[in-house]
């Protein structure tokens, strides 16, 4: 479905340029599918000359910004809409106050029971309900019409009709002129060939006017006509025939067929799909006796897959510790141990997920042979992940030598990949780019083994490459690339996480405009999947973004949160940054004293690990130091950080200290300051700066 919705996204970008409305009314009855679609356009519209409303009931979309919630009427207003409704037949007083009463506020409740009051003449018995006007209705209907309705709701909300042709064959009944005439107010046809109904409380009351015995005979009937047209590809048509074989109590096909359409789904990386499916299958297994034990956590362990892939971390949590449950092979329950980690790693749950990888390779250890050899590399390099999620890359990178090693003895390609991952990303980290170089093995692999989503990490890595570099619109390319893959490999989380570090490049360009959207977007996909190492970053970048705007109070108060976030987590590197930028902020609104004393604190806190921002805490500490007289103090800072930045081929500090070394040399050596400026400059053109920003 992602993958869809992303074509979509780009169709109607080629198509449309200038921009698109998306109107969409009655949102709470789309099915996952298209919610997921219409979720991705209101994300996509954040960032593009787009506009998306829609008209949902409170179980509708989670979509603030891009829904606009109808409450119900006032009397008033219901009172001047039947007024306007029956201005051919007017009502009396009294009889348009006991329409208002019944419809309680519902203008579609509304509308039918002035359908009713039409047809009967008369206010005295209304219905209770918009179920009720329904139901009142099929069953006004002549028997033939009144009995198709029914039997065609089995095929669901649409439907093909050669399928309802050879589904109503054993019935002996004609779709003739006068009933279509009869159904034509319940059911539309779409095309030539499919038929839908109106709305879906229609479909629903149609199939509850259906006896249980009935419904399962004609469930099992659409399952034997479905089959039957498929021919031989029963596979095309495995999500029907597992839903119906399973609504006519048929457990053993549900359970075949919801494996099958499971699988394509996965194969074709429509994980919540898939994930629909393994729970239909799971479900199914529950009414058997003879499913084994191994065979039903393997599909538990799929669906805690799939899961995982969509973001549902708790979600695959649960399925993969009734894996574990379900499971009798030690080796096992072993790698579900290190599942399970990965999972809480996503969300910054490190303690639990160091606990879960000691388990996992204590298990492993106990037993002989290369699976167990590979699920221990597989530790190893799960353990250098967290290490490096938690901001302490130089023991990440001391881990995953390790897990290298053992990868390579025990043949474990994806304990390597990862390994090459986290190595690249932790070079990054320290500042030593030119060190990481282990990103093309990672591809390899991920390539040769089809996996798009370690594709799509490993061209993101690239883009963090690009950037340390100062090849800043060739890390946009990374970046943009990376997210497609993400999405087309339907993690819409991975794909905001991408969406962050393009927007990092932006803010730092002071392209801020085209950044907030996108960190808006990211922020709130992160924080909904509990993401919050990522969630940390984004805002990190927000705050920048609005230090850079001018919104002091509020870029306050997002990184004094962030700052108390982050320490409480240990995450050490994004409270460290936090607390550079609040002592800028200091200083921009004439504090300096408290400027120098936070980075002061900042920096005993981070020990060792400030070094790896050395650059930025001498320009921030520079600028505070001149603005309380300490003018030559800070000029030997600046210089000392210019060397260490050049050093690091970091560019941008480099062009942001010669900034602040220009406006120091203003009074003093003029044409010293002069040609700083221009070198920092030529530096901030270079990397697509749009201005020279304020040091």
């Known amino acids: 479905v992602q993958r869809v919705a992303a074509a979509l996204v780009t169709l109607l970008e080629s198509l449309h340029p200038d921009g698109i409305a998306v109107v969409m009314e009655d949102a709470h009855w789309l099915d996952d599918a298209t919610a997921i679609v219409i979720g991705v356009l209101a994300d996509a519209a954040v960032s593009r000359p787009w506009f998306v409303a829609l008209t949902t009931r409170d179980e509708g979309l989670d979509l603030p910004e891009a829904t606009i919630e109808l409450g119900p009427l006032s009397d008033s207003e219901s009172q001047q809409l039947v007024l306007e409704m029956t201005a051919a037949a007017p009502l009396r007083p009294d009889e348009v106050r006991a329409v208002v009463r019944r419809a309680g506020g519902s203008p579609l409740f509304l509308g039918e029971i002035l359908e009713v009051v039409r047809e009967t003449g008369s206010v005295s018995n209304l219905p209770d309900s918009l179920d009720a006007v329904v139901a009142a209705q099929i069953d006004a209907l002549p028997e033939l019409a009144a009995r198709l309705l029914k039997y065609s709701s089995v095929l669901g909300q649409s439907f093909r009709k050669t399928v309802l042709d050879a589904f109503l064959e054993p019935e002996d009944m004609k779709l003739d002129a006068a009933t279509r005439r009869s159904i034509a107010r319940f059911v539309v046809e779409e095309d030539e060939e499919r038929w839908r109904f109106r709305h879906a409380v229609i479909r629903d009351v149609a199939y509850q006017g259906l006896s249980f015995k009935r419904r399962r005979e004609l469930h099992a009937r659409a399952a034997e006509v479905i089959g039957r047209l498929a021919g031989s590809d029963q596979e095309a048509v495995a999500e029907f025939l597992a839903m119906h074989h399973a609504l006519s109590g048929n457990h053993l096909e549900a359970w075949r067929y919801s494996l099958v359409a499971a699988e394509r789904a996965r194969e074709d990386f429509v994980n919540l799909e898939a994930a629909g499916h393994y729970e239909r299958a799971i479900e199914s297994a529950r009414r058997l006796d003879h499913i084994e034990s191994a065979e039903l956590a393997r599909v538990w362990t799929a669906l805690g897959d799939v899961r995982e892939a969509a973001g549902l971390y708790e979600g695959a949590l649960t399925a993969f510790r009734t894996a574990r449950r379900t499971a009798d092979d030690p080796l096992v329950v072993a790698d579900l141990h290190l599942k399970q980690a990965r999972v809480r790693a996503r969300v910054g749950s490190y303690q639990p997920a160091f606990r879960d990888i000691t388990l996992g390779r204590q298990l492993a250890s106990s037993r002989p042979g290369r699976e167990a050899k590979q699920i221990m590399a597989r530790a190893t390099s799960l353990r250098a992940q967290l290490r490096q999620l938690q901001e302490h890359p130089r023991a990440a990178i001391a881990l995953a030598r390790e897990a290298v090693a053992e990868a390579e003895a025990a043949g474990e390609e994806m304990a390597l990949a990862r390994s090459c991952q986290v190595l690249d990303a932790s070079f990054n980290m320290i500042g030593q780019p030119s060190k990481a170089e282990f990103g093309g093995r990672a591809l390899e692999i991920y390539e040769r083994r089809n996996d798009l989503a370690g594709v799509a990490t490993i061209t993101n890595n690239l883009g963090g490459r690009a950037y340390f570099e100062g090849q800043w619109d060739r890390a946009l390319e990374y970046y943009e690339r990376a997210e497609s893959a993400h999405r087309r490999s339907g993690n819409e989380a991975a794909a905001a996480t991408t969406s962050a570090n393009r927007a990092e490049v932006l803010v730092s360009q002071l392209r801020l405009d085209e950044a907030e959207p996108l960190l808006t977007a990211a922020i709130r996909a992160l924080r909904a999947h509990h993401l919050i190492d990522a969630a940390l970053f984004a805002e990190l970048q927000m705050g920048r973004l609005l230090l850079l705007r001018g919104d002091h109070e509020q870029a306050r108060g997002l990184l004094e949160a962030i700052r108390s976030e982050a320490t409480e987590l240990g995450q050490t590197h994004s409270a460290l940054e936090a607390a550079i930028h609040l002592a800028d902020l200091a200083v921009i609104t004439d504090d300096p004293g408290t400027a120098l ?59 942001l200290l010669l900034g602040v070394e220009a406006r120091l040399l203003s009074m003093t050596e003029p044409e010293l300051s002069t040609k700083r400026s221009e070198e920092a400059s030529r530096l901030l053109r270079s990397l697509g700066v749009v201005e020279a920003p304020g040091a």
Do not use: I
Request: aromatic share 4%.
């Open 597 to 655: 004393a936070d980075l002061d604190a900042a920096e005993s806190r981070a020990g060792d690990e400030a070094e790896l921002y050395a650059t930025m805490l001498a320009r921030v500490r520079a600028v505070a130091l001149d603005a309380v007289g300490r003018s030559e103090e800070a000029l030997r800072l600046v210089r000392a950080g210019l060397e260490q930045a050049r050093d690091e081929g970091l560019s941008y500090e480099e062009a």
